[in-house]
């Protein structure tokens, strides 16, 4: 009985943050929900920068929080070490959906892009950004990172080893693809509203924090990830610096 819970615990985990993955696309490019990221405004402008503040930071803390070891070691104390990464998948997708369903759109225009092909050029690029992320997770495991490798393995009495360093595809030319496509998802915009402007800079600067917690950790488990950093740019693809396919191995 526990290994289904276990399992149906993931299983749902992951379907909810699957949900909400679509509903994101729409609500951050405006594009098929019915509220969005520039939604009308209906609370004055002061209250609403300060919730979205607050939900920008709510957000990163749970997030970057919870992705710490030392979190996780003191998580795995009260609940199956293999439910541990979809009970982060989980808390995640719950702070996304209370991010979207509580922010405060706040008017204002920055730019707006006239064009009819610069406006399919900028929605398409918004969205190919989405696909270089989910494809970026896919390069790494996609299932690992979701938490379903690890809920499987617990239903099937096997232990779930972790996963050596590896750098495939992408992850040659550049260290957080994933990353990139962040970005593209915040800046690929034909309308830049003071509302989105600020969504796109807390989440910018966030990345960029993100960035050196995460590596900070990746070379404490890793020793090789020294190497691969000075190797390979982190978000701006260098094909000088391209990591060989000699260090792919090695790296491995």
């Known amino acids: 009985m526990k290994r289904?819970?276990?399992?149906?615990?993931?299983?749902?985990?992951?379907?909810l943050f699957f949900v909400t993955f679509l509903y994101s696309i729409g609500?951050?490019?405006?594009?098929?929900v019915p509220r969005s990221i520039d939604s009308e405004p209906t609370l004055p402008l002061g209250s609403a920068l300060l919730v979205n503040l607050g939900l920008l930071t709510l957000f990163a803390l749970q997030h970057s929080g919870m992705a710490r070891p030392a979190f996780k070691r003191w998580l795995t104390r009260f609940i199956p070490q293999a439910a541990e990464r979809s009970t982060y998948v989980l808390l995640s997708t719950l702070f996304m959906a209370v991010l979207m369903l509580f922010w405060a759109?706040?008017?204002?225009?920055i730019w707006q892009a006239e064009s009819?092909?610069?406006?399919?050029?900028?929605?398409?690029?918004?969205?190919?950004?989405w696909g270089l992320l989910l494809y970026a997770t896919f390069l790494i495991n996609h299932f690992d990172l979701f938490g379903l490798r690890q809920v499987w393995s617990a239903f099937q009495k096997q232990p779930s080893k972790e996963l050596k360093f590896v750098?495939?595809?992408?992850?040659?030319?550049?260290?957080?693809?994933?990353?990139?496509?962040?970005?593209?998802?915040?800046?690929?915009t034909p309308t830049m509203?003071?509302?989105?402007?600020?969504?796109?800079?807390?989440?910018?600067?966030?990345?960029?924090?993100?960035?050196?917690?995460?590596?900070?950790?990746?070379?404490?488990?890793?020793?090789?990830?020294?190497q691969y950093k000075r190797k390979v740019p982190a978000l701006v693809?260098?094909?000088?610096?391209?990591?060989s396919s000699s260090h792919t191995s090695t790296a491995a």
């Open 116 to 129: 009819h092909w610069a406006i399919v050029l900028l929605n398409s690029l918004y969205l190919a950004s």
């Open 4 to 15: 289904i819970t276990i399992l149906a615990y993931g299983l749902i985990s992951y379907a």
């Open 167 to 188: 750098t495939p595809g992408l992850y040659r030319l550049i260290r957080h693809p994933i990353y990139l496509g962040w970005l593209g998802i915040l800046w690929f």
């Open 237 to 243: 693809p260098s094909f000088k610096r391209r990591l």
């Open 193 to 226: 509203t003071v509302t989105h402007l600020l969504f796109a800079v807390g989440a910018s600067l966030y990345i960029l924090v993100g960035i050196q917690l995460e590596e900070r950790d990746l070379q404490a488990a890793h020793p090789e990830y020294a």
């Open 27 to 32: 609500f951050v490019g405006n594009l098929w």
């Open 105 to 109: 759109p706040l008017g204002g225009g």
